[in-house]
């Protein structure tokens, strides 16, 4: 048995960290480094915003907070009384083109026909309707005269503009603030006046009951909401484009766009550092 002097112990440990250095340098350990994205609230803004990032960047790891013990936001269906209902969000707009792509393939309420249009003040119906495009026109001419007929043009316009934004994004144009988006599609000046205003050459009557009713319906606001939001809902009452529902509900839609993103239901987020 022999034993090795402290120069030669020195010499071993040196060739030792020599022979580590090299192994490294030629093969260098890979280390993974988790990127992990979160967002805030499970409806269809927070759902879609995880399917876009998903099908994106597979290598995320994305995980979506929730206070409400479900999903869905205003898109929520139960059950009544045997009975399916959406509690908030209910017709879909075909002039949106993701909802269109995330409904695919999902069986259409109404596939047999228009459904009906009613608008109700808490007493009777004031109005009924097939949402058809002739019945409605001719029903809502019989009521309020000819002259609720100029607000086509300017709900169609609107929707044109609105609907630049998927050329945009299409293109990976993106923008710094909510006004910047708005002036980019000529819609700024919309949000800048309320409906009432907005909406003083079409009949009085037409507008705090057809119009007032579409944005109540879309948002539990009256006409004092600015303009835009107002001509939105005219188009979701079927004046530009056509609408439907799903036969199972609207929570479908979430539902699926959140499949492969991790959930936390329960969870409420006080702060963000």
């Given at each position: 048995?022999?034993y090795?002097?402290?120069?030669?112990r020195?010499l071993?440990?040196?060739?030792?960290?020599?022979?580590?250095?090299?192994?490294?340098?030629?093969?260098?350990?890979?280390?993974?480094?988790e990127?992990?994205?979160?967002i805030?609230?499970?409806?269809?803004?927070?759902?879609?915003?995880?399917?876009f990032?998903?099908?994106?960047?597979?290598?995320?790891?994305v995980?979506?907070?929730?206070?409400?013990?479900v999903?869905?936001?205003?898109?929520?269906?139960?059950?009544?009384?045997?009975?399916?209902?959406d509690?908030?969000?209910?017709?879909?707009?075909?002039?949106n083109?993701?909802?269109?792509?995330?409904?695919?393939?999902?069986k259409?309420?109404?596939?047999?026909?228009?459904?009906?249009?009613?608008?109700?003040?808490g007493?009777?119906?004031?109005?009924?309707?097939?949402?058809?495009?002739?019945?409605?026109?001719?029903?809502?001419?019989?009521?309020?005269?000819?002259?609720?007929?100029?607000?086509?043009?300017?709900?169609?316009?609107?929707?044109?503009?609105?609907?630049?934004?998927?050329?945009?994004?299409?293109?990976?144009?993106?923008?710094?603030?909510?006004?910047?988006?708005?002036?980019?599609?000529?819609?700024?000046?919309l949000?800048?006046?309320?409906?009432?205003?907005?909406f003083?050459?079409?009949?009085?009557?037409?507008?705090?009951?057809?119009?007032?009713?579409?944005?109540?319906?879309?948002?539990?606001?009256d006409?004092?909401?600015?303009?835009?939001?107002?001509?939105?809902?005219?188009?979701?009452?079927?004046?530009?484009?056509?609408?439907?529902e799903?036969q199972?509900?609207?929570?479908?839609?979430?539902?699926?766009?959140l499949?492969?993103?991790?959930?936390?239901?329960?969870?409420?987020?006080?702060?963000?550092?």
């Open positions: 048995r022999g090795a002097s402290k120069g030669q020195q071993l440990k040196m060739r030792a960290l020599l022979t580590l250095l090299t192994l490294r340098a030629a093969a260098p350990i890979a280390v993974r480094e990127r992990v994205v979160g805030i609230g499970a409806g269809v803004a927070g759902a879609a915003t995880a399917h990032l998903k099908e994106s960047r597979p290598d995320l790891r995980i979506v907070f929730e206070r409400d013990a999903i869905g936001g205003r898109a929520r269906t139960v059950d009544l009384g045997g009975r399916r209902v509690l908030g969000a209910t017709a879909i707009s075909t002039l083109q993701y909802l269109l792509n995330f409904t695919h393939g999902m259409r309420a109404n596939d047999g026909g228009p459904s009906v249009l009613g608008i109700y003040d007493a009777g119906f004031r109005f009924q309707s097939s949402e058809g495009t002739l019945p409605l026109a001719a029903h809502l001419t019989e009521r309020y005269g000819p002259e609720w007929l100029k607000i086509i043009p300017v709900v169609r316009q609107m929707a044109s503009r609105l609907n630049r934004i998927y050329d945009l994004q299409r293109r990976g144009v993106a923008f710094e603030t909510p006004v910047a988006l708005l002036e980019a599609l000529d819609l700024y000046n949000t800048q006046v309320s409906a009432y205003e907005f003083k050459f079409l009949p009085r009557a037409f507008v705090e009951e057809f119009i007032d009713g579409a944005s109540r319906d879309n948002y539990n606001q006409g004092s909401l600015n303009a835009l939001a107002g001509l939105v809902s005219l188009a979701g009452a079927g004046l530009a484009g056509d609408v439907f799903l199972e509900g609207t929570a479908q839609i979430p539902q699926r766009l499949q492969g993103a991790e959930v936390r239901l329960n969870t409420r987020v006080d702060a963000v550092r």
